[in-house]
């Protein structure tokens, strides 16, 4: 959103072509020669690449204008035909320099009269203040977005990166105008699933505050963030958007509400949210080791049985600790997001998820379905073990009647 900083012209041109298909044909071809590019784009099209160099970065756009500047009449005719407006200040001072030295030689360059106007006040613009919000990636990750009116005119954007485990990790400023966060912002709203949904202001600055209270001590606070804390959080209590659902909708005791949830982190719609690795890579420690067997023969079955009690045990682990908490916070979270795009029964059983997360219930198959979710690859090396071992032409009763 901001002017970027200078490049170089190559890496320039080949974000232009990025940006500009219709153009991107005879850009890359040129490799960087602003000889060749003018040749191959015409002086319409050359003032359409010019244009977006200005605006995104008006660094390496001085050494196109230069160049093209100096080399024909053509040249001369594409700088010409970039209005300044819109474009940042040091792009409309680059062209001004320009239309001074192509006036200084003899080049005609239109001057533009100013209509006659009535002096008046200045509009004075509605302030803005909209906030947004991603949805949890599978870690438990999301992006935060508040926009707000800019003191000298324009919109200021915020954009926070924050876990609840881990607390924030980015923190970026952008200063632009109303035209682009709002073509920003409709552009980020049609990425499907990974589409950002509306929440009210004061419920961001809860979300941030709380990713920022569990900040490790071993991972400082991004710079940006410290300068704009005062903004970016609250101090009066602010329900989260996942609080706004959860007095909005309430619990849910319908039965299967609990398995549609389980189903939900099965199918990948959400989570898994893993534990911390240290915890994760003990369970797969305990499972390796049923893999692997022993000098005392057992069962397959008997081996699987033992790799459901792993389970078990790990599971009522899980929801004894603080990853209870920060599970059921992630599920509400998760709940209002569903909310805001009319899919209440699937928020319900978010809510249904937290409930049990909150109040450690032992039966919890969600739980469960977070754990097989992310040890999906252990287990199946683990049942492939298992099976290896079973002696041929041997039936699991004929083995389990061995041993009585």
Not at 143 to 159: N, Q, T
Not at 365 to 386: H, K
Request: glycine letters at 8%; hydrophobic letters at 45%.
């Amino acid at each position: 959103m901001s002017v970027q900083s200078g490049v170089g012209l190559p890496e320039a041109l080949e974000r232009a072509a990025s940006a500009l298909p219709k153009e991107a044909d005879s850009i890359r071809p040129a490799n960087g020669d602003p000889a060749q590019l003018l040749d191959l784009l015409g002086t319409q099209r050359a003032a359409t690449v010019l244009r977006w160099l200005l605006e995104e970065t008006p660094a390496d756009a001085a050494d196109l204008v230069a160049a093209w500047a100096d080399a024909s009449e053509q040249g001369a005719a594409a700088v010409l035909a970039v209005s300044e407006e819109g474009l940042p200040k040091p792009a409309r001072k680059l062209l001004r320099r320009a239309h001074h030295q192509l006036r200084s030689r003899g080049v005609p360059v239109p001057v533009a009269v100013p209509e006659a106007t009535v002096a008046t006040l200045p509009p004075v613009e509605e302030a803005v203040e909209e906030a947004v919000v991603t949805p949890l990636d599978p870690h438990g990750s999301r992006g935060a977005y508040l926009v707000a009116s800019h003191p000298a005119g324009g919109l200021r954007m915020f954009e926070v990166v924050l876990n609840d485990a881990r607390g924030i990790a980015e923190c970026r400023v952008f200063n632009s105008s109303r035209s682009r966060v709002r073509k920003f912002l409709r552009e980020f709203g049609g990425r499907g699933r990974l589409a950002p949904v509306s929440v009210p202001p004061d419920a961001l600055r809860a979300l941030v505050s709380r990713a920022a209270a569990v900040q490790p001590a071993n991972r400082p606070l991004p710079r940006g963030f410290s300068e704009w804390r005062s903004v970016l959080c609250v101090t009066d209590g602010a329900p989260t958007p996942g609080e706004l659902v959860r007095e909005a909708l309430g619990g849910s005791d319908a039965p299967g509400v609990l398995r549609r949830a389980a189903d939900l982190v099965r199918q990948g719609e959400i989570g898994p949210w893993p534990p911390e690795a240290e915890a994760l890579s003990a369970v797969a420690d305990k499972l390796g080791e049923v893999a692997k067997g022993g000098a005392i023969i057992v069962s397959v079955a008997q081996r699987q049985d033992r790799v459901q009690q792993v389970l078990d045990d790990a599971v009522a682990e899980l929801v004894a600790g603080e990853f209870a908490i920060q599970t059921a916070m992630r599920f509400e979270e998760t709940a209002y997001v569903l909310w805001q795009r009319e899919q209440e029964a699937e928020a319900r059983a978010c809510l249904a998820a937290a409930h049990a997360f909150r109040e450690r219930a032992p039966e919890n198959p969600v739980a469960r379905s977070m754990l097989e979710t992310v040890l999906a690859s252990v287990l199946a090396e683990v049942e492939q073990a298992i099976q290896k071992d079973e002696p041929q032409g041997v039936t699991r009763r004929e083995r389990e009647g061995e041993q009585c």
